[in-house]
């Protein structure tokens, strides 16, 4: 089973800002956020290993809710070299390799 | 440049034909991963290998088979291939288990 992501794909304009969700049925332990330009190796962003805990890269940002099992990333003032396909994966009980989500498709246009 | 790589890039072969994929980890990485991305399914985790032994394995067909060799590096090799075998497969490697994985370019193969 993977993580359910929202929405499958969304279009900005540059500077707006946009939300990708990341929700479990299964316990989260943490979760790992990555980003994947088109043709390119998927890139590592963060991970979140606190319940709550939010953290930050410059314009992007994320938030995991252990209660509610889930996970979301947050993308303010979007530039173009933001699009790309989103992941998120978990490795569900702690030790294990991650598990991705099928990814959120972000396309940011001038 | 993940420090991870992967060769080769782009193969093309035939269907029940053999091939094997290299991955080499970035300097220090213990654990290495592979992944199977294709349009659909998103990245399906496949199999992961620990300082030499198999670790975790997730949907990996048997047709499928890998290892980890003394010097860390990586081969997973894909036999009696079929049409659906046709996908991007990435190696990662991380320092530990727990720890944020770096993904090679990725080899591009194309069952025919």
């Known amino acids: 089973q993977q993580p359910v992501q929202s929405p499958q794909a969304v279009i900005l304009r540059e500077g707006e800002d946009a939300v990708i969700n990341c929700s479990s049925s299964?316990?989260?332990?943490?979760v790992h956020w990555y980003r994947q330009k088109h043709g390119e190796a998927p890139v590592f962003l963060m991970i979140l290993l606190k319940g709550g805990e939010q953290k930050g890269h410059e314009k992007i940002s994320a938030s995991f809710n252990e209660k509610k099992q889930q996970s979301s990333l947050y993308l303010t003032a979007s530039q173009l070299s933001y699009s790309g396909t989103y992941f998120c994966g978990t490795p569900y009980s702690g030790n294990t390799p991650l598990v991705f989500g099928k990814g959120t498709r972000l396309s940011v246009i001038a | 440049d993940s420090g991870v790589t992967q060769t080769p890039k782009h193969l093309i072969t035939a269907t029940g034909q053999r091939v094997t994929l290299r991955c080499s980890p970035r300097s220090g990485d213990l654990s290495v991963y592979w992944y199977q991305q294709s349009l659909d399914q998103g990245l399906q985790f496949l199999i992961q290998?620990?300082?030499?032994?198999?670790?975790a394995k997730g949907n990996i067909l048997e047709r499928f088979s890998a290892q980890q060799f003394p010097d860390l590096h990586s081969e997973l090799n894909l036999s009696s291939l079929e049409l659906g075998d046709s996908a991007l497969y990435f190696c990662?490697?991380?320092?530990?288990?727990?720890?944020?994985?770096?993904f090679g370019s990725g080899t591009q193969l194309s069952v025919l």
């Open positions: 990662a490697s991380s320092v530990g288990t727990r720890s944020e994985l770096f």
């Open positions: 299964k316990a989260l332990y943490s």
């Open positions: 290998y620990y300082n030499g032994e198999e670790r």
